[in-house]
Structures are given as structure tokens and as C-alpha cells.
């Protein structure tokens, strides 16, 4: 599997750390301090489940919207953060063929509902994302770590079963570094 790499100017990348307040508020207590630290769950567990909203603010939950669905599930950090912008707009190059062959695509962040919403609407996504609040999935799956403060999900892809079994892993401390669209519709056909 090839991961995506992805670049970007010193300037962008300045707005960024600007811009990771967005999580203010969600408690950090007892997270790890640096993405290298987390401890994600592998294959073979069941995928844990926690409170989302939607990005019209109605409450759910992972295992409702995940219930009886094979599913691609995607942690990212946030909408300002340009890493992310760029792999949630590839991922609309592969949902269709995650579709036809019988997977959902949805994608958490712990933002709030309205920065999750515009985050779909700049991107022109056509998958569905989710606030994750308080990033309790993002704590639940291992990935949530502590930046100065604020709550953030090292970058992660799952593939979860029909019954809720985690079927595939990944996740890379090193939030440039972005598995690819086409790598995760080869894991998602290895995998149904």
C-alpha cells in the first residue's frame, strides 16, 4: 500500500497550528502527548461506539450509523486543517466503487456540527461526516492525543464488518501522510 503524501507552504501550515482551537473544551485527561504515543485498536476487536452528531446537530451514535453495514471509516482532525481537506476530496474519487461493492463511507471529526458542515459544503462532499463529540470515538478507538491543549485523532482508516468487527487498521502518527483513496478500495475489496 502506497500511502499519500501530501505537501504544503510554511505559510499554510502556520494557519494551521493557528487553527487547531477548534477543539477547545474537550478534556484531555490521561491522553498521550504526542501522536507517536497512541495506542489505536487492531484488527480483530470489535469497533467501540460512542455519541456523534450530524452535521445538521441530531445525535447518534457510531454503532447506529454503522449498524449492519460494512463501512470505511475515516478519523480527521478537523477542516482547517488543509492534510485533511485534500484526502476527504480524493475519497469522493473511490466512493462509488466503495458503494457499489456494498460499503458506506463516513468520516468523524471533533469538530463541532457546523465546522463539520462546512466542511462538506467547501469540499463538495457526498459522503456523510460526523462531529464526534467530545471525541469519545477518537478516545474509544485509541487515537485521541493531547496538542497543547487540544484533542486531536491521529488520521486513521477502518474497515468495519457487517457485525462490527474492525476488518482493517491504519493509522500514522504523521498526519501528512494519507493512505491513499486507491489503497483503501483494494483493502475494502480484500476485505468484504
Known amino acids: 500500500m502506497r500511502p499519500l503524501h501530501l505537501a504544503l507552504s510554511l505559510p ?5 497550528i493557528v487553527a487547531c482551537n477548534r477543539t477547545d473544551g474537550i478534556s484531555d485527561a490521561g491522553l498521550p502527548k504526542t501522536p ?17 452528531k450530524g452535521s ?15 463501512t470505511v471509516l475515516i478519523f480527521y482532525r478537523g477542516g482547517w486543517c488543509p492534510y485533511c481537506n485534500i484526502h476527504l476530496k480524493e475519497l469522493i474519487q473511490v466512493e462509488g466503487e466503495l458503494r457499489k461493492i456494498g460499503y458506506q463511507l463516513i468520516a468523524l471529526s471533533p469538530e463541532n456540527p457546523g465546522d463539520v458542515k462546512g466542511t462538506i459544503d467547501q469540499n463538495e ?3 456523510k461526516l460526523y462531529s464526534d463529540v ?3 470515538n477518537s478516545k474509544a478507538f485509541g487515537l485521541a492525543f493531547s496538542n497543547n491543549g487540544q484533542v486531536l485523532p491521529v488520521p486513521a482508516v477502518y474497515l468495519i464488518d457487517k457485525a462490527g468487527k474492525i476488518v482493517y487498521a491504519h493509522s500514522n502518527p504523521n498526519y501528512t501522510d494519507r493512505l491513499s483513496g486507491g489503497s483503501i478500495l483494494k483493502e475494502a475489496k480484500a476485505n468484504l
Do not use: I
Request: glycine residues 10%.
Open 12 to 16: 499554510v501550515l502556520a494557519a494551521v
Open 36 to 52: 507517536e504515543a497512541v495506542n489505536p485498536l487492531k484488527v480483530g476487536g470489535v469497533a467501540p461506539s460512542a455519541p456523534l
Open 56 to 70: 445538521d446537530g441530531k445525535e447518534t451514535s457510531l454503532k447506529e450509523v454503522t449498524a449492519g453495514k460494512p
Open 125 to 127: 462532499l457526498t459522503y
Open 134 to 136: 467530545n471525541a469519545e
